[in-house]
């Protein structure tokens, strides 16, 4: 596996299903590359937290009323990173096309270079590993973004994409 053009890349951004390793990889392969990880889960947890004073999130927290304003953080994030010359991951699922075309939009708008990693791992092994979270998802989303997946491709507007198959 080559990942020399990935680290030149202003963007990269690891998908795949909860389960798959996306966070795993990322700080395998990138935590010593200078480069800044940008997760929706942890903002998630983070205003939940700060909002509650203190009170632990978990997966049963998870409200989508508040990816609004999540969706938004993470956009005014990887913005102000990218306006101060940072090279960035963004670790989320994004298993869909409609569900990258935020971070293609960003990437587009600020004349930045973007790539896709996807870690393809069976949805068998993603909720084996799930149960043994201390915090898993519930199977039903898992099961659900399963059926949505659509393999990220460069015609979507990636310089680079890897498929990670069984990872």
């Not at 700080?27 to 200078?34: H, M, P, R, V």
């Not at 990880?37 to 978990?58: A, C, P």
């Not at 799930?130 to 310089?159: H, M």
């Amino acid at each position: 596996m080559d990942l020399a053009k990935f680290y030149k890349l202003d963007i990269v951004l690891v998908c795949g299903l909860p389960g798959s390793g996306k966070s795993q990889f990322a700080a395998q392969f990138f935590a010593d590359t200078g480069r800044d990880r940008v997760n929706r889960k942890e903002i998630h947890r983070l205003l939940y937290e700060m909002i509650h004073f203190g009170k632990k999130w978990t997966e049963k927290e998870f409200d989508a009323l508040d990816d609004f304003l999540v969706k938004h953080v993470e956009r005014k994030i990887i913005e102000h990173l990218l306006q101060n010359s940072q090279k960035i991951l963004v670790d989320n699922t994004s298993v869909s096309e409609s569900s990258r075309k935020t971070y293609l939009g960003i990437a587009h708008q600020m004349h930045k270079s973007i790539g896709a990693i996807f870690l393809h791992t069976p949805p068998a092994t993603c909720l084996q590993r799930n149960r043994s979270r201390e915090d898993p998802v519930p199977e039903r989303v898992i099961s659900n973004l399963a059926a949505e997946i659509d393999l990220p491709r460069s015609e979507e507007g990636f310089r680079e994409v890897l498929i990670l198959k069984d990872y």
